[in-house]
C-alpha cells in the first residue's frame, strides 16, 4: 500500500487548529522539518499556540515525545557493567531551583550514574545550564562521547542538548519560550521526556512544582501534567515517577545563576544544613534511590562526608571548569557591581503574609539574569538574595539585589515590592 501523502507544515498547523487529532506520521513530518529547517520559527510558533488552545490526546502526546526523541541521537548504557542504576530527575521549573547541582553528585556518591540533559531558563524560571555557565570553563556543550566518558567515571555529568541529542526539542523550546505556550501539557512531556529518552534513562522522577512561581500553579495542575508524564514515559519504555513539590516560595534563598551555583556549593560543603532547597533535594534523592535499588541511608552520609562535594568538583574539572572551583567560589563566580537591599514601600508595616513567586522571578529578568527573547544574552552575575519569607517583618528586607545598573535595579526592586502581600 503507498504511504499517505506528505503534509505541508501550514496544513500540521491547520488541523491542530481546527481541534483534529494528528496521525503518529504527520507529527513526524512535522518534527523531521523543524531539524531539517523546513518548518520555520513562526511555523512552529503557531504549532505551538494551536495545541496550546486544542490540546494533545494520549496518542499524540506519544507520538510528539518519540519523535522529538529520535530526531537525533540516543544515548546507550550498561548499567551491569557501570555497576549502578541509570537515573535522573527532572523539574518543571520555578525560582531558586538549584536541585540538579546538588542532587547529581549526591546520587553519584551514593553509586548512582546521571547523564543529565538539562535545560536553559523559561519565563521566569531558571535553567540549569545557564547556571552551569556562570563556572568559568565549564562547557555545557561537549561532545556526547565525552559526556558519557565523564559519566561512566565520575557517575554523573550535566550538559545541554547539542546538535545531536533530541535537536527538534532545542528548537521548539526556544520559541515556546518567548511566545507564550510554555503551560501546556503535552508540548511540556514532550520537550522534557524527549531529552531523558534520548539520555537512555533506566528511571525518571519527575519534580512537579506547584505555586505561585510554577507553571503548575495548583495542585490540581501538577497532578493533571504528572499524570501525562508518567503514561508517556513508561509507555515509551523508561520508568517514569513522580512527585509534586511546593513552589509558593523561591526554593534557595537566591535567585540569579552565580548565586544559586554558590548556594548549592555551600551547601555540598556542608555550610547549610537546612532550608527548603536541601529538604526537597534529600526528599528527590531518597525516592530516587529506593526506586532504583540505592540505599537511601548512605545520602546524608555523603553530604557530610564531602564525598558528594568532591564528585561535583570533579566533574566540573572534566567539564572545562577550574580544578579548584569549590574551594575557591570568590576567585570565579562573576559578581555584579550593585549590591543593595530593597526593602518594604513606605507604609507596608506588619508581616509578610504571601508573594507571588512568580513576579519574583521576574524580577531576575529585569536584572538580567533571564530572557525576555530567544537569544539574549544572560548576565550570569546578577539576581536576588536572602528573600523575605512568609511570616517576616516588614522592618527586615525583601531581598538583596545584585544588579549591573541602577535602571535595572530600580525596575525589578519596583517588582519585588508590588509582588509581596503585608499585613499590620
Given at each position: 500500500m503507498a ?5 505541508l ?19 513526524g513530518?512535522?518534527?523531521?522539518g523543524?531539524?531539517s ?8 510558533a503557531?504549532?505551538?499556540m494551536?495545541t ?27 548499567a ?6 541509570v537515573?535522573?530527575k527532572h ?20 553509586g548512582g550514574?546521571?547523564p ?8 521566569h ?13 565549564y562547557n ?8 558519557q566518558?565523564?559519566?561512566a ?6 550538559c545541554?542538548q547539542?546538535?545531536d541529542?533530541?535537536p527538534a526539542?532545542?528548537?521548539?523550546y526556544a ?6 505556550t510554555v503551560?501546556?501539557n503535552?508540548?511540556?512531556t514532550?520537550?522534557?521526556l524527549?531529552?531523558?529518552?534520548a539520555?537512555?534513562l533506566?528511571f ?7 505555586g505561585?512561581?510554577?507553571f ?15 503514561a508517556v ?9 513522580a512527585?509534586?513539590t ?13 548565586l544559586e551555583v ?5 551547601i555540598?560543603?556542608?555550610?547549610r544544613?537546612?532550608?527548603p ?5 534529600l526528599s ?5 534511590c529506593r526506586?532504583?535499588?540505592?540505599d537511601p ?9 564531602g ?5 561535583f568538583?570533579?566533574?566540573v ?9 569549590a ?18 514601600p ?19 529578568v529585569?536584572l538580567?539574569?533571564g ?23 516588614t ?5 538583596v539585589?545584585?544588579?549591573a ?14 509582588a ?5
Open positions: 504511504s499517505s501523502r506528505k503534509l507544515p501550514v496544513e500540521v498547523i491547520r488541523r491542530k487548529r481546527d481541534g483534529l487529532v494528528l496521525s503518529a506520521e504527520a507529527i513530518q512535522f518534527i523531521d523543524v531539524v529547517g523546513d518548518v520555520t520559527d513562526a511555523q512552529i503557531a504549532f505551538s494551536a496550546y488552545f486544542q490540546g494533545l490526546d494520549p496518542t499524540e502526546r506519544t507520538a510528539i515525545t518519540r519523535a522529538m526523541a529520535l530526531s537525533g541521537r540516543t544515548l546507550q548504557w550498561d551491569q557493567r557501570l555497576g549502578g542504576p537515573l535522573d523539574s518543571t521549573g520555578g525560582v531558586g531551583d538549584a536541585v540538579s547541582l546538588i542532587l547529581a553528585p549526591l546520587l553519584a556518591a551514593v550514574f546521571v543529565m540533559i538539562a535545560g536553559r531558563g523559561l519565563a524560571t531558571g535553567g540549569t545550564i545557564d547556571k552551569l555557565e556562570a563556572i568559568p570553563g555545557v556543550a561537549i561532545d556526547l562521547a565525552s559526556f566518558a565523564i559519566v567515571r565520575h557517575g554523573f555529568a550535566i545541554g547539542t546538535a541529542l533530541a526539542d532545542a528548537r521548539m520559541t515556546r519560550d518567548v511566545t507564550a503551560e501546556q503535552g508540548l511540556i514532550a520537550s522534557i524527549s531529552k531523558k529518552l539520555a537512555g533506566g525518571l522522577l519527575m519534580d512537579i512544582k506547584t505561585s512561581g510554577a503548575m500553579r495548583t495542585r490540581a495542575e501538577a497532578e493533571s501534567l504528572a499524570e501525562v508524564i508518567c514515559g513508561n509507555a515509551a519504555g523508561m520508568k517514569t515517577e512527585m509534586i511546593p513552589m509558593e516560595e523561591p526554593l534557595a534563598d537566591s535567585a540569579g545563576n552565580a554558590r548556594e548549592a556549593v555551600q555540598l560543603r556542608g555550610e544544613t537546612d532550608g532547597l536541601l529538604d526537597v533535594t528527590l534523592a531518597e525516592r530516587m526506586q532504583s535499588g540505592l541511608a548512605a545520602l546524608q552520609a555523603a553530604l557530610t562526608s564525598a558528594a562535594l568532591e564528585r568538583a570533579r566533574v574539572h572534566a567539564m572545562g571548569g577550574p580544578s579548584d572551583f574551594d575557591n567560589l570568590d576567585a570565579y563566580l562573576p559578581q555584579a557591581p550593585i549590591v543593595r537591599a530593597v526593602h518594604a513606605v507604609g507596608a508595616e506588619g508581616v509578610v503574609t504571601g508573594m507571588d513567586t512568580r513576579e519574583l522571578g521576574l524580577a531576575v529585569d538580567g539574569g530572557r525576555k527573547r530567544t537569544g539574549d544574552p544572560i548576565d550570569t552575575r546578577v539576581g536576588c538574595l536572602d528573600w523575605a519569607r512568609e511570616g517576616d517583618p522592618s527586615r528586607h525583601l531581598a539585589l545584585h544588579a545598573d541602577e535602571a535595572s535595579f530600580e525596575l525589578a526592586a519596583a517588582r519585588i515590592q508590588s509581596y502581600r503585608f499585613t499590620p
